[in-house]
Protein backbone atom coordinates (compact mmCIF):
# COMPACT_ATOMS: atom_id res chain seq x y z
CA UNK A 1 0.00 0.00 0.00
CA UNK A 2 1.63 3.18 -0.90
CA UNK A 3 -0.28 6.33 0.19
CA UNK A 4 0.57 10.10 -1.26
CA UNK A 5 0.86 12.73 1.15
CA UNK A 6 -2.45 13.83 0.49
CA UNK A 7 -3.97 10.57 1.34
CA UNK A 8 -1.92 10.72 4.37
CA UNK A 9 -2.95 13.94 5.59
CA UNK A 10 -7.37 13.56 4.71
CA UNK A 11 -6.53 10.57 7.16
CA UNK A 12 -5.09 12.71 9.84
CA UNK A 13 -8.25 15.03 9.65
CA UNK A 14 -10.46 12.40 9.35
CA UNK A 15 -9.12 10.56 12.59
CA UNK A 16 -9.27 14.45 14.25
CA UNK A 17 -12.70 14.38 12.99
CA UNK A 18 -13.59 10.96 14.45
CA UNK A 19 -11.90 11.68 18.18
CA UNK A 20 -14.01 14.83 18.11
CA UNK A 21 -17.48 13.19 16.94
CA UNK A 22 -17.01 10.35 19.97
CA UNK A 23 -15.85 13.34 22.14
CA UNK A 24 -19.12 14.76 21.29
CA UNK A 25 -21.41 12.02 21.58
CA UNK A 26 -19.62 10.19 24.60
CA UNK A 27 -19.40 12.98 26.95
CA UNK A 28 -22.07 15.41 28.77
CA UNK A 29 -20.20 17.83 30.15
CA UNK A 30 -21.15 21.03 27.62
CA UNK A 31 -17.94 22.24 28.04
CA UNK A 32 -16.39 18.91 26.46
CA UNK A 33 -18.98 19.21 23.80
CA UNK A 34 -17.96 22.30 22.50
CA UNK A 35 -14.35 21.33 22.45
CA UNK A 36 -14.92 18.21 20.22
CA UNK A 37 -17.17 20.76 17.98
CA UNK A 38 -13.96 22.84 17.80
CA UNK A 39 -12.03 19.68 16.99
CA UNK A 40 -13.57 18.95 14.22
CA UNK A 41 -13.44 22.38 12.89
CA UNK A 42 -9.91 22.23 13.11
CA UNK A 43 -10.01 18.99 11.03
CA UNK A 44 -12.28 20.39 8.19
CA UNK A 45 -9.60 23.22 8.31
CA UNK A 46 -6.78 20.91 7.98
CA UNK A 47 -8.59 19.17 4.71
CA UNK A 48 -8.40 23.00 3.24
CA UNK A 49 -4.46 23.08 3.78
CA UNK A 50 -4.21 19.68 2.65
CA UNK A 51 -6.15 20.07 -0.67
CA UNK A 52 -4.68 23.67 -1.13
CA UNK A 53 -1.01 22.43 -0.42
CA UNK A 54 -1.22 18.67 -2.55
CA UNK A 55 -3.99 19.43 -4.82
CA UNK A 56 -4.12 19.55 -8.76
CA UNK A 57 -3.46 23.09 -9.90
CA UNK A 58 -3.15 25.07 -7.17
CA UNK A 59 -5.10 28.29 -7.01
CA UNK A 60 -2.45 31.19 -5.13
CA UNK A 61 -4.27 31.18 -2.00
CA UNK A 62 -7.62 30.63 -2.35
CA UNK A 63 -7.00 27.58 0.63
CA UNK A 64 -5.46 29.33 3.23
CA UNK A 65 -7.66 32.51 2.53
CA UNK A 66 -11.03 29.86 2.71
CA UNK A 67 -9.02 28.80 6.44
CA UNK A 68 -8.08 32.38 7.79
CA UNK A 69 -12.52 32.93 7.23
CA UNK A 70 -13.37 29.65 9.17
CA UNK A 71 -10.73 30.33 12.35
CA UNK A 72 -12.51 33.50 12.75
CA UNK A 73 -16.08 32.39 12.51
CA UNK A 74 -14.68 29.21 14.90
CA UNK A 75 -13.61 32.23 17.21
CA UNK A 76 -17.16 33.87 17.56
CA UNK A 77 -18.53 30.53 17.91
CA UNK A 78 -16.58 29.10 20.14
CA UNK A 79 -17.24 32.80 22.16
CA UNK A 80 -21.06 32.48 21.77
CA UNK A 81 -20.88 29.09 22.91
CA UNK A 82 -18.86 29.29 26.17
CA UNK A 83 -21.16 32.43 26.97
CA UNK A 84 -24.34 29.97 26.51
CA UNK A 85 -22.68 27.44 29.46
CA UNK A 86 -22.13 30.73 31.82
CA UNK A 87 -25.89 31.49 31.16
CA UNK A 88 -27.01 27.37 31.98
CA UNK A 89 -24.80 27.41 34.41
CA UNK A 90 -26.04 30.43 36.21
CA UNK A 91 -29.76 29.35 35.55
CA UNK A 92 -29.30 25.50 36.69
CA UNK A 93 -25.75 25.44 38.42
CA UNK A 94 -25.03 22.41 36.84
CA UNK A 95 -23.80 22.46 32.88
CA UNK A 96 -24.43 18.78 32.81
CA UNK A 97 -26.28 18.25 29.31
CA UNK A 98 -28.82 15.83 30.36
CA UNK A 99 -30.39 18.61 32.74
CA UNK A 100 -30.70 21.30 30.80
CA UNK A 101 -33.90 20.11 29.31
CA UNK A 102 -35.98 23.00 30.36
CA UNK A 103 -37.46 23.63 27.23
CA UNK A 104 -37.89 19.94 25.84
CA UNK A 105 -41.73 20.04 24.82
CA UNK B 1 7.14 12.90 6.15
CA UNK B 2 8.90 11.96 9.68
CA UNK B 3 8.02 15.00 10.83
CA UNK B 4 4.62 14.79 9.79
CA UNK B 5 4.01 11.50 11.25
CA UNK B 6 5.43 12.85 14.41
CA UNK B 7 3.78 16.01 14.49
CA UNK B 8 0.18 13.38 13.49
CA UNK B 9 0.61 11.09 16.16
CA UNK B 10 1.34 13.99 19.09
CA UNK B 11 -2.20 16.09 17.55
CA UNK B 12 -4.14 13.16 17.72
CA UNK B 13 -2.69 11.31 20.79
CA UNK B 14 -3.22 14.65 23.22
CA UNK B 15 -7.07 15.17 21.44
CA UNK B 16 -8.17 11.60 22.40
CA UNK B 17 -6.44 11.56 25.93
CA UNK B 18 -7.83 15.58 26.29
CA UNK B 19 -11.28 14.38 25.13
CA UNK B 20 -11.23 11.17 28.00
CA UNK B 21 -9.89 12.76 31.18
CA UNK B 22 -12.54 13.46 33.76
CA UNK B 23 -10.39 16.61 35.11
CA UNK B 24 -11.69 19.43 32.86
CA UNK B 25 -8.15 21.69 33.28
CA UNK B 26 -6.53 19.09 32.54
CA UNK B 27 -8.60 18.30 29.71
CA UNK B 28 -8.12 22.35 28.46
CA UNK B 29 -4.45 22.61 28.79
CA UNK B 30 -3.74 19.28 26.89
CA UNK B 31 -6.24 20.68 23.82
CA UNK B 32 -4.07 23.87 24.03
CA UNK B 33 -1.44 21.31 23.05
CA UNK B 34 -3.53 19.59 20.24
CA UNK B 35 -4.17 22.73 18.21
CA UNK B 36 -0.57 23.75 18.76
CA UNK B 37 0.25 20.31 16.95
CA UNK B 38 -2.56 21.78 14.44
CA UNK B 39 -0.38 24.89 14.47
CA UNK B 40 2.86 22.96 13.44
CA UNK B 41 1.19 20.85 10.65
CA UNK B 42 0.32 24.77 8.87
CA UNK B 43 3.49 25.70 9.52
CA UNK B 44 5.00 21.96 7.57
CA UNK B 45 2.66 22.24 5.00
CA UNK B 46 3.65 25.67 4.31
CA UNK B 47 1.17 27.82 5.23
CA UNK B 48 2.86 30.14 8.11
CA UNK B 49 0.55 32.82 8.07
CA UNK B 50 -2.59 30.57 9.12
CA UNK B 51 -0.01 28.60 11.26
CA UNK B 52 0.61 31.63 13.26
CA UNK B 53 -3.45 32.68 12.77
CA UNK B 54 -3.91 29.14 14.88
CA UNK B 55 -2.07 30.15 17.36
CA UNK B 56 -3.35 33.69 17.72
CA UNK B 57 -6.78 32.55 17.78
CA UNK B 58 -6.69 28.94 19.15
CA UNK B 59 -3.20 28.91 21.30
CA UNK B 60 -3.98 32.53 22.91
CA UNK B 61 -7.75 33.47 23.00
CA UNK B 62 -9.93 30.54 23.17
CA UNK B 63 -7.89 28.39 25.55
CA UNK B 64 -8.13 31.38 27.95
CA UNK B 65 -11.78 31.48 27.51
CA UNK B 66 -12.13 27.77 27.86
CA UNK B 67 -10.26 28.21 30.70
CA UNK B 68 -12.60 31.12 31.89
CA UNK B 69 -15.19 29.18 31.76
CA UNK B 70 -14.39 25.60 33.03
CA UNK B 71 -13.46 27.84 36.10
CA UNK B 72 -16.81 30.24 36.33
CA UNK B 73 -19.07 27.37 36.02
CA UNK B 74 -17.57 24.95 39.34
CA UNK B 75 -19.69 24.38 42.31
CA UNK B 76 -16.76 24.27 44.90
CA UNK B 77 -13.33 24.91 45.10
CA UNK B 78 -12.63 21.01 44.93
CA UNK B 79 -15.34 20.07 42.25
CA UNK B 80 -12.99 19.95 38.97
CA UNK B 81 -13.40 16.50 38.45
CA UNK B 82 -16.47 15.71 36.67
CA UNK B 83 -19.05 12.83 37.51
CA UNK B 84 -18.31 9.60 35.54
CA UNK B 85 -20.03 9.19 31.95
CA UNK B 86 -22.35 6.38 31.39
CA UNK B 87 -20.65 3.09 29.82
CA UNK B 88 -23.46 2.55 27.33
CA UNK B 89 -23.10 6.17 25.37
CA UNK B 90 -19.04 5.52 25.71
CA UNK B 91 -19.32 2.22 24.18
CA UNK B 92 -22.38 3.48 21.17
CA UNK B 93 -19.85 6.80 20.91
CA UNK B 94 -16.96 4.19 20.15
CA UNK B 95 -19.31 2.67 17.64
CA UNK B 96 -20.32 5.20 15.50
CA UNK B 97 -16.98 7.24 15.97
CA UNK B 98 -15.11 4.29 15.03
CA UNK B 99 -17.45 3.10 11.75
CA UNK B 100 -17.12 7.11 10.71
CA UNK B 101 -13.80 6.70 10.96
CA UNK B 102 -13.95 3.61 9.09
CA UNK B 103 -15.71 4.43 6.22
CA UNK B 104 -13.95 7.60 5.81
CA UNK B 105 -10.84 6.13 6.02
CA UNK B 106 -11.74 3.52 3.20
CA UNK B 107 -13.10 6.41 0.81
CA UNK B 108 -9.82 8.29 1.27
CA UNK B 109 -7.58 5.61 0.59
CA UNK B 110 -9.70 3.74 -2.16
CA UNK B 111 -10.22 6.81 -3.99
CA UNK B 112 -7.47 7.92 -7.15
CA UNK B 113 -6.94 11.67 -5.64
CA UNK B 114 -5.12 13.46 -8.32
CA UNK B 115 -1.87 15.13 -6.82
CA UNK B 116 0.45 18.36 -8.05
CA UNK B 117 3.31 16.65 -9.68
CA UNK B 118 5.95 19.09 -7.97
CA UNK B 119 6.37 18.87 -4.20
CA UNK B 120 7.36 22.83 -3.74
CA UNK B 121 4.04 24.53 -1.77
CA UNK B 122 2.05 26.66 -4.13
CA UNK B 123 3.14 30.30 -3.43
CA UNK B 124 1.05 32.14 -0.47
CA UNK B 125 3.34 35.02 1.09
CA UNK B 126 1.77 37.30 2.75
CA UNK B 127 1.89 40.22 0.02
CA UNK B 128 -0.22 37.87 -2.09
CA UNK B 129 -2.70 37.35 0.77
CA UNK B 130 -3.05 41.18 1.32
CA UNK B 131 -3.75 41.83 -1.95
CA UNK B 132 -6.53 38.67 -2.16
CA UNK B 133 -7.67 39.94 1.02
CA UNK B 134 -8.09 43.57 0.09
CA UNK B 135 -9.21 42.91 -3.74
CA UNK B 136 -11.01 39.97 -4.36
CA UNK B 137 -12.14 39.22 -0.63
CA UNK B 138 -12.99 42.39 0.52
CA UNK B 139 -16.80 42.25 1.04
CA UNK B 140 -16.30 38.69 2.87
CA UNK B 141 -13.59 40.33 5.57
CA UNK B 142 -16.14 43.20 6.27
CA UNK B 143 -18.82 40.56 6.79
CA UNK B 144 -16.20 39.07 9.15
CA UNK B 145 -15.44 41.74 10.74
CA UNK B 146 -19.04 42.52 11.44
CA UNK B 147 -20.08 39.30 12.50
CA UNK B 148 -17.37 39.11 15.17
CA UNK B 149 -18.28 41.99 16.33
CA UNK B 150 -22.17 40.90 16.77
CA UNK B 151 -20.76 37.63 17.94
CA UNK B 152 -18.78 39.02 20.94
CA UNK B 153 -21.74 41.71 22.02
CA UNK B 154 -23.99 38.97 22.23
CA UNK B 155 -21.95 36.65 23.87
CA UNK B 156 -21.22 39.92 26.63
CA UNK B 157 -25.11 39.90 26.37
CA UNK B 158 -26.15 36.43 26.86
CA UNK B 159 -23.06 36.39 29.88
CA UNK B 160 -23.97 39.00 32.37
CA UNK B 161 -26.45 39.38 35.00
CA UNK B 162 -29.79 40.07 33.84
CA UNK B 163 -31.31 42.30 37.07
CA UNK B 164 -29.33 45.99 37.09
CA UNK B 165 -31.01 45.81 40.64
CA UNK B 166 -28.80 42.70 41.94
CA UNK B 167 -25.60 43.97 40.80
CA UNK B 168 -25.77 47.28 42.88
CA UNK B 169 -26.43 45.50 45.76
CA UNK B 170 -23.33 43.67 45.84
CA UNK B 171 -21.60 46.15 44.46
Same mark, same amino acid.
Given at each position: MNLSPLQLCLLFSSALFCIGLI??? =??? @?? &????????????? =??? @?? &???????????PATGVIFVIFAIAVAAAEAAVGLALVIAVYRHQRNIRLQEANTLRG | ??????IALGTLGT????????????????????????????????????????VLVYVGAVSMVVLFAVLLTRRSREDLAIARE??????????????????????????????????????????????????????????????????LLGAIVIASTDTPEKTKNTT
Open positions: GVL =ARS @NT &ILVLLGVELMLNA =ANL @NF &IAFWRYGPAPA | MIAFLLAAVALSLRNLIHSALLLIASWAGIAAFYLWAGAEFVAFAQSIGRAIGALIVGGAVLGVLALAVISTPLATAPEASPPAATVHTLGLQLMGPHAAALLIVGLLLTVA
